[in-house]
């Protein structure tokens, strides 16, 4: 999983800010509709994976939630070190089996290059009918599949997936996704104020490829080949 602070979006970004994985489309605002619609109890013990800066772990801690965060950047860690964090792989958190009531992923469940293997984890941290809540970007539309092969050349895009294969791992995982929301509209202010910032959208390709090259290879493909969207899901542990 990539680290975000080294990132070049995130060191574009004020020190209140941070890239796509930190200053998630929609905000708080999204991570607590998708948290509403789990009706967790009020004291509920709830798992922030790759948990980033801190921004989410803390408004959980407000509302009263047990909440621990986890990443493995030590970097993004010590900015929120007043709150209780481990360093730790989403695919071996060292917490007990049953032991949370909901597991919480921003953005980060596409960057897990063993995506089965992190929801496993997840299920044998939750308790009989606790909660997996998940926001990340997903392909929305998929006009040409080899056209995936130039998302490989960007970190923050190469795990990507679409709609179908999101639910079939979730699903295959031991969940039940009980709603999916698409926030593509969020996706798409967030976007734009990224652009402003950097004041084109070539630019903004620019951050998320190794080279020149690359970036124009995939402006071209997002523009015409694939076309991201946004989302986020709550599931429930069965069984």
């Not at 792989?89 to 917490?95: A, D, G, S």
């Not at 998940?134 to 929305?140: A, C, E, G, M, S």
Request: aromatic share 6%; hydrophobic share 40%; glycine share 8%.
């Amino acid at each position: 999983m990539p680290d975000c602070a080294r990132c070049s979006l995130f060191q574009l970004e004020s020190e209140n800010e941070g890239c796509l994985h930190l200053n998630r489309p929609g905000g708080l605002e999204l991570t607590n509709t998708a948290l509403a619609s789990c009706k967790l109890p009020a004291s509920a013990s709830v798992l922030d994976a790759a948990c980033g800066a801190g921004a989410t772990l803390q408004s959980l801690r407000d509302q009263g939630y047990g909440a621990i965060g986890i990443d493995l950047s030590m970097e993004m860690l010590r900015k929120c070190a007043l709150l209780t964090t481990t360093q730790a792989h989403c695919n071996q958190v060292p917490l007990p089996s049953l032991s949370q009531d909901a597991v919480l992923m921003e953005c980060a469940l596409s960057l897990s290059n063993e995506m089965v293997s992190a929801l496993t984890e997840f299920y044998r941290l939750l308790r009989p009918g606790g909660w997996l809540v998940v926001t990340d970007i997903y392909i929305r539309e998929l006009h040409d599949p080899q056209a995936m092969d130039c998302l490989t050349g960007s970190s923050c895009l190469s795990g990507a997936k679409t709609e179908v294969e999101i639910r079939s791992k979730i699903e295959g995982a031991g969940f039940s996704i009980r709603n999916w929301q698409d926030q593509t509209l969020v996706f798409k202010q967030w976007l734009a104020r990224m652009v402003f910032k950097l004041g084109s959208l070539d630019a903004f390709y620019r951050q998320l490829s190794a080279c020149e090259t690359g970036s124009q290879a995939l402006a071209n493909t997002l523009g015409n080949k694939i076309k991201l969207g946004y989302y986020w899901l709550s599931a429930q542990k069965t069984g």
